[in-house]
């Protein structure tokens, strides 16, 4: 769902957002909806790098303390759909201690040149766990360039629903050839056990 407000008079003074939705005929209806994560057009990715929309992972690979990764067009938590398209990526966890990080990654066949990039952005969801004593949660992005490394965190992050992760690469010398990116998530604020998952989608740069 998508809003152009690039010509509209009255885009420097938003002060409230509104969403409605009906069915199409008079029947009674109890429903809910769930609205993912918004955006305002300078946070869209310009340029795509990973949509998973060919059902693949894109050569996402599971690291530290996951078992598996899988484009899926649907899963348990909410909104239960990818942010955009058909396709998301999941990273299903190992049980381990909520506070341990999860980790994927991807290693380009060839290294991304993101000189015209502001921000590396994606958008990332999760489980909750409700009942663990988990204070808040963390999702990291690192971008990397051989050896040298920069990242990023997801600012006021909420499960069940998609938020913005992304990495300020505009003044970073080594932008230009970038080998790997990883994506790191957890819970804080408790070692119980927890083989929560996460999803990531729409990864590209601005």
Do not use: C
């Amino acid at each position: 769902l998508t809003l152009d407000l690039s010509t509209w008079t009255g885009n420097t003074t938003i002060n409230n957002i509104k969403v409605w939705v009906r069915g199409t005929t008079n029947n009674d209806w109890s429903g809910t909806y769930d609205i993912g994560a918004g955006y305002f057009s300078s946070n869209e990715p310009t340029t795509m790098l990973w949509d998973f929309e060919d059902g693949t992972t894109g050569g996402w690979i599971p690291e530290s303390n996951v078992e598996s990764v899988e484009a899926v067009t649907t899963f348990a938590n909410r909104p239960r759909a990818p942010e955009e398209g058909d396709y998301a990526l999941e990273a299903s966890s190992a049980t381990v201690p909520a506070d341990t990080p999860r980790v994927i990654s991807v290693t380009p066949d060839n290294p991304l040149d993101l000189t015209d990039a502001e921000h590396l952005v994606m958008s990332v969801n999760s489980y909750g766990a409700a009942g663990l004593g988990i204070s808040d949660y963390e999702a990291i992005v690192r971008v990397w360039s051989g050896d040298q490394m920069i990242e990023g965190q997801a600012s006021d992050y909420q499960p069940n629903r998609w938020n913005l992760l992304s990495a300020d690469v505009s003044d970073w010398e080594h932008r230009s050839s970038i080998t790997k990116i990883e994506v790191s998530f957890r819970g804080l604020g408790s070692s119980d056990d927890w083989g929560g998952r996460f999803q990531i989608d729409k990864i590209g740069w601005l």
